[in-house]
């Protein structure tokens, strides 16, 4: 069964505390994406990667880090500089090449700092 | 960096009334895409669209893309009620790496 996976669905952290975000996908994409959505809002891109062992800053990558050790895995950590994490977070896969760029997202991440 | 603009930001309509959102693009955009979110939802794909001056159909949905490839529409003929969510623009920007830039989205909210 194919797709993309986002755990946990629901999140809850202390202010002070790092949390990371899973994200994992069967598709065999060559990119991956983190956004971040808050009420009432659109997409903004965290962060991005085309390939294993590299990735780029997107809008808002400040307070956020990622890693891309794996071509299927592309983990979001929320740090403690991020100052106003508490929001709905969406992991998203594609292809690059061949004409279809179609995205596919996960169920989501519904951060909130308490 | 790249920007890509969607308006209006919100639209109440009758049921049955037209509905139409835009999208534009500081640059050049390699391809377009639209997106649905309903509710509580992810966002789903509807269409992509690659050549200048491009249209598509989807029944009641109408899709183009502008011969500069920076500006998009999405019109739907006829709304219906299972037609509310909100509806995003992507922008697939080639500039070294490759990315996908969204639009704020226009949340369509239909009166039965």
């Known amino acids: 069964d194919g797709g993309i996976t986002q755990s946990p669905k629901y999140l809850f952290r202390k202010e002070g505390q790092n949390v990371t975000l899973s994200c994992e996908q069967n598709?065999?994409?060559?990119?991956m994406y983190w956004y971040r959505q808050d009420p009432g809002q659109g997409l903004r891109l965290i962060y991005y990667s085309q390939i294993v062992n590299d990735f780029q800053k997107g809008d808002i990558a400040e307070g956020y880090s990622v890693s891309r050790e794996k071509k299927e895995s592309f983990p979001l950590t929320v740090t403690s500089a991020q100052k106003n994490p508490t929001a709905f977070y969406l992991c998203?896969?594609?292809?690059?090449?061949?004409?279809?760029?179609?995205?596919?997202f996960g169920q989501g991440t519904r951060l909130t700092v308490v | 960096g790249q920007q890509v603009m969607q308006i209006p930001q919100y639209q109440h309509v009758q049921e049955g009334e037209d509905f139409t959102t835009y999208c534009n693009s500081s640059t050049t955009l390699s391809n377009i895409q639209w997106y649905k979110q309903r509710p509580g939802g992810h966002p789903v794909f509807l269409i992509q669209?690659?050549?200048?001056?491009e249209v598509k159909k989807q029944k009641r949905l109408t899709f183009q893309f502008g011969e500069a490839k920076k500006n998009s529409s999405l019109h739907i003929t006829a709304t219906q009620t299972t037609d509310v969510g909100t509806y995003f623009c992507?922008?697939?920007?080639?500039?070294?790496?490759?990315?996908?830039?969204f639009g704020q989205g226009t949340r369509l909210t239909i009166n039965p």
């Open positions: 992507a922008g697939f920007v080639i500039q070294g790496a490759q990315k996908l830039v």
């Open positions: 598709l065999n994409h060559d990119a």
């Open positions: 998203a896969s594609s292809f690059v090449r061949g004409g279809n760029t179609e995205a596919f």
């Open positions: 669209l690659v050549k200048s001056g």
